[in-house]
C-alpha cells in the first residue's frame, strides 16, 4: 500500500511539474465547457422563407401573414420570379421557398383543390423536414378554417378531429444546456485522462525511464494501479468544479443522487484510463499513441449518443456500443441529472460499466510487461 | 536547393521508418469516414414507444397501429395507469409514450373532437422533438382520412414538397463534409505540431539550427511531406465517399483538390504554430487535440446548424478555419456552385493561412533557452 502511495506521490509531482499541463488540466475543459454549451443547439427558428405570390389575393396575403406569425419563419425574400427565388436558394440566402400559384383565391372559395409548391434546401436532411413539418402544421391548420368557412352546413361533428397535445417531460422547455453539458464535460474529462495517462507511460518508455522502474520489486498491478490514481482524481475534480460551474451559470437540475453519479464516473474513469494503458503498452512512441488514442476516442464520442440519437443509429453501430463506456456514461448522466433515475433504473448500465472497467484494467495488467 | 531536397528526403525517411504510424495515418481517416458516414444520422428509426389507451376503441387502435408500422416507431409496451409512465421512461426503454384519454372515443363521437396526448422524454431534447414531430404528423394523416372519410372534406391548400440538393433526405450529405474537414484539420495540425516538437524534445533540433539550413526551410521541409501525404488522403477520401456513400462531385473537381490543398496548409501552418509555443509533445498533443476537437465538431457546423446558435457563437465561429472548408465542399460537391460562390470563404482561408505562418515564423526562436 505504502508503495502505491509513493507511485502515486511520484505521478502527481510528474504532471504538475510541466506548468502548462498542470495549468491546462483544468482550465481547458472548464473554459471550453463554458464557452461551448450555450452554442449547441437544435433548436430551429427564423427559417428563413422566400415567397412567390403569384396570386396577391387577399388570401395569399393571409396565408403569409400567418406564416410569419407563426414564429419559425423570417420572409427574408419576396419575389414574383421564379429564377430570382431559386438564386436565393442557391446562395444560401433562404431556407425554403413557397410557391404560390395564380388563382389560389378562386379555388378555394369555389372548393377546388388548389396546389401549391414548397422548394426546401434539403443538403441538411434533419433541419429540412422540421422546416417542412413546421410549414406543414400552418397549412393544416389554414385548410381546416377554409373547410369549416365552406362548409357552413355540415355540423361540427360530421368533421372529427384529433387534437395533439405534446408534454416534454423531464425538460419541459427543451434546454439544450442540461443535455449538452454533462456529455461535454465528460468528452472533456476522458480526452484528458486518456491522452495524458497513456503518453505518460509511452514517455517513460521512450525515454528509458521505465527500465528504472522496471528493476525495482515494483509489481505489475501496484504500477499499473498507481498510474492510473492520479488521473482519476483529477477527472473527479475536473467533473466537480464543471458541475459546481454548471450549477452557477446555467442553473443545471440535480434531480437524482450526486453520489451515486461521481461513483458511476469513478468506474468509468477507471474503465477509460484501464484501456488507454493497455494501447500505450503496445505503442512504443507517443506519436503512435496519439494516433489510436485519437481514433478510439473520436469513435467513442461520436457514437456515444452525445451529439445525435442513438435511435438513428443501424444495428450493428448499437451493438457496438456495448463496449463503449462512454455511451453508458452518457446515459447514465442524463438519467441522473434530469430523470432523477434510482440505482435500481440504471442497474444494467452500472454493472455493464463496471464489467468493462474491470476488464480493461486486467488487460491494461496482464498486458504491461516488465521485462523489456 | 540540393541541401534542401536532402532534408526533405530526410523526413520521408523518418515518417517512412515508422510504419505503424504510417498505417494508422492512411487508415484511420478511411475508417472513421466509413463507420460514421453510416452511423451519424439524425433519423429515428425504430425508438421505443409505449402506449396508454385507457379509451380502447376503434379509433385510438387504428392510431396505434399506424404509429407501430411507420419504421420511426416500436411498440414496446401496453401500460396500464398514469403512474406507468413514469416508471417505464425513467429507465430509458420507451422514448416517449402516447395517451389517449378515457373519453376518447366519446369524445370524437359526441362533440367532434378528441384531445391525446404525446408525452416524450426531453432528458435528450433532439431526439424528443423529432419524435414529437413525427407522432405529430401521423395523426395528421390519420385526421385528413378521417375526416374525408366521414365528411367528404378536401384538403384544398395542398402543398407539393421538393427537397433540393438531397432529393431523397439523405443524412451523409452533411456529415461527410463535416468528418472530412474534422479529421483533415486534426490529423494535420496534430502531425506538425508532434513532428517539430519532437525534434526540440530530443534536443535534435539544435543539431538542425546549427545546420547551414534556414529555419524557413527546416519548416518548409518539416510540412511537405506532410502535405503531399495530406493530399493523397483528401483524394482517398473523395473516392471513397465516392463509391461508399454515392456523394457526388457536382462542380469542378479541380477546384475542390485546389481548395482542400489550401485547408491542408491552413491545417498545418496551424500545426507550426501550436509547435512553436509548446515545448513537449505533450504539450502540442494537448493543444492541438483537446484545444481544437470540441471547438471544430461543434462550431464548424458539422453537426450543429450554425443559423441556430446564439449570435455571440456565429461571431465566435467566424474565426474558426472549419466552417469555411465546409461551406466550400458543400458547395461544390453538392450544390455543384463555381469558384464565384465561394471566393469569399477562400479568401479568409487564404488570410488565416498567411497569418498563421507570418506568426509563426515571428515567434520559431533559432536560439535553445
Known amino acids: ?372 | 536547393m540540393k541541401r534542401f531536397l536532402g532534408f526533405v528526403k530526410k523526413e520521408f525517411l523518418h515518417i517512412f521508418r515508422d510504419y505503424r504510424t504510417l498505417v494508422i495515418l492512411f487508415g484511420l481517416p478511411v475508417a472513421e469516414i466509413l463507420i460514421f458516414g453510416f452511423v451519424i444520422s439524425m433519423e429515428i428509426k425504430d425508438a421505443g414507444i409505449a402506449f396508454l389507451d385507457l379509451s380502447k376503441d376503434d379509433v385510438t387502435q387504428k392510431i396505434s397501429d399506424k404509429m407501430c408500422s411507420s419504421d420511426f416507431f416500436r411498440k414496446v409496451e401496453d401500460l396500464e395507469s398514469y403512474h406507468d409512465i413514469d416508471m417505464i421512461m425513467k429507465t430509458g426503454r420507451a422514448k416517449a409514450v402516447i395517451v389517449f384519454g378515457e373519453d376518447f372515443g366519446r369524445d370524437l363521437i359526441s362533440r367532434g373532437e378528441a384531445d391525446m396526448s404525446i408525452i416524450t422524454d426531453a432528458s435528450e431534447p433532439n431526439t424528443a422533438t423529432l419524435i414529437t414531430n413525427y407522432a405529430s404528423a401521423i395523426v395528421s394523416d390519420f385526421n385528413m382520412e378521417y375526416r374525408e372519410k366521414n365528411s367528404g372534406a378536401k384538403i384544398l391548400v395542398s402543398p407539393e414538397v421538393r427537397m433540393f440538393y438531397n432529393p431523397e433526405l439523405r443524412s451523409h450529405f452533411m456529415f461527410v463534409p463535416g468528418v472530412i474537414t474534422f479529421i483533415l484539420i486534426l490529423i494535420c495540425a496534430l502531425m506538425t505540431s508532434i513532428t517539430i516538437t519532437r525534434e526540440k524534445e530530443f534536443g535534435t533540433m539544435e543539431v538542425l539550427l546549427v545546420s547551414p539550413l534556414k529555419p524557413s526551410h527546416i519548416i518548409l521541409g518539416k510540412v511537405m511531406p506532410y502535405f503531399i501525404l495530406s493530399f493523397i488522403n483528401v483524394l482517398l477520401i473523395l473516392l471513397l465517399s465516392r463509391i461508399a456513400f454515392d456523394l457526388p462531385v457536382k462542380g469542378s473537381l479541380f477546384l475542390l483538390l485546389a481548395e482542400s490543398m489550401l485547408y491542408i496548409l491552413m491545417s498545418l501552418s496551424l500545426g507550426i504554430l501550436i509547435s512553436t509555443v509548446s515545448k513537449t509533445m505533450q504539450q502540442a498533443i494537448f493543444i492541438s487535440l483537446v484545444g481544437l476537437m470540441l471547438p471544430t465538431i461543434l462550431l464548424s457546423g458539422f453537426i450543429f446548424p450554425l443559423e441556430n446558435m446564439p449570435r455571440v457563437y456565429d461571431v465566435v465561429a467566424y474565426f474558426l478555419p472549419p466552417r469555411y472548408y465546409i461551406t466550400i465542399i458543400k458547395n461544390i460537391m453538392i450544390k455543384g456552385t463555381g469558384f464565384f460562390s465561394v471566393w469569399k470563404e477562400t479568401l479568409i482561408l487564404t488570410i488565416m493561412t498567411l497569418f498563421f505562418i507570418v506568426l509563426s515564423v515571428r515567434k520559431f526562436k533559432i536560439r535553445l533557452q
Request: charged fraction near 15%.
Open chain 1, 1 to 372: 500500500m505504502r508503495t502505491i502511495l509513493y507511485l502515486i506521490r511520484k505521478e502527481f509531482l510528474q504532471i504538475f511539474r510541466d506548468k502548462f499541463i498542470g495549468k491546462a488540466i483544468f482550465a481547458v475543459p472548464l473554459v471550453q465547457m463554458v464557452l461551448l454549451v450555450p452554442a449547441v443547439t437544435f433548436e430551429i427558428k427564423n427559417i428563413n422563407l422566400g415567397i412567390i405570390d403569384r396570386d396577391m389575393s387577399p388570401v395569399s396575403r393571409n396565408l403569409i401573414s400567418r406564416l410569419e406569425g407563426s414564429g419559425f419563419f423570417k420572409i427574408t425574400c419576396f419575389t414574383h420570379s421564379e429564377e430570382e427565388a431559386n438564386n436565393m436558394l442557391h446562395r444560401n440566402r433562404c431556407d425554403m421557398i413557397l410557391h404560390i400559384p395564380e388563382g389560389l383565391d378562386e379555388k378555394t372559395t369555389s372548393g377546388q383543390v388548389c396546389p401549391v409548391m414548397v422548394s426546401v434546401n434539403a443538403i441538411n436532411a434533419t433541419t429540412a423536414q422540421l422546416s417542412w413539418a413546421y410549414l406543414n402544421g400552418v397549412l393544416q391548420d389554414y385548410n381546416i378554417d377554409i373547410i369549416r368557412q365552406n362548409a357552413a352546413v355540415t355540423t361540427l361533428s360530421a368533421m372529427p378531429q384529433i387534437k395533439v397535445t405534446n408534454r416534454y417531460w423531464y425538460n419541459e422547455l427543451l434546454n439544450y444546456k442540461y443535455y449538452m453539458l454533462p456529455g461535454i464535460l465528460a468528452i472533456l474529462v476522458t480526452a484528458i485522462g486518456f491522452l495524458l495517462a497513456g503518453l505518460n507511460l509511452v514517455k517513460e518508455k521512450e525515454t528509458g525511464t521505465i527500465e528504472q522502474i522496471n528493476v525495482t520489486p515494483i509489481k505489475k498491478y501496484q504500477f499499473i494501479t498507481a498510474k492510473t490514481i492520479p488521473f482519476m482524481i483529477i477527472g473527479l475534480v475536473d467533473l466537480a468544479l464543471g458541475l459546481i460551474l454548471g450549477k452557477i451559470l446555467f442553473d443545471i437540475p440535480f434531480r437524482g443522487s450526486i453520489g451515486l453519479m461521481f461513483l458511476c464516473s469513478a468506474i468509468f474513469l477507471a474503465g477509460v484510463l484501464g484501456l488507454a494503458l493497455f494501447i500505450s503498452t503496445f505503442s512504443s512512441t507517443q506519436q503512435q499513441y496519439m494516433f489510436i488514442a485519437f481514433f478510439f476516442m473520436i469513435i467513442f464520442i461520436l457514437m456515444s449518443g452525445i451529439f445525435t440519437p442513438m435511435d438513428s443509429m443501424p444495428l450493428w453501430a448499437r451493438k457496438f456500443d456495448i463496449i463503449n463506456p462512454m455511451a453508458y456514461l452518457m446515459k447514465i448522466y442524463r438519467m441522473i441529472m434530469l430523470k432523477g433515475s434510482a440505482f435500481s433504473d440504471l442497474a444494467r448500465d452500472f454493472y455493464s460499466l463496471l464489467i468493462l472497467a474491470v476488464v480493461f484494467m486486467s488487460l491494461a495488467v496482464r498486458k504491461y510487461r516488465k521485462t523489456a
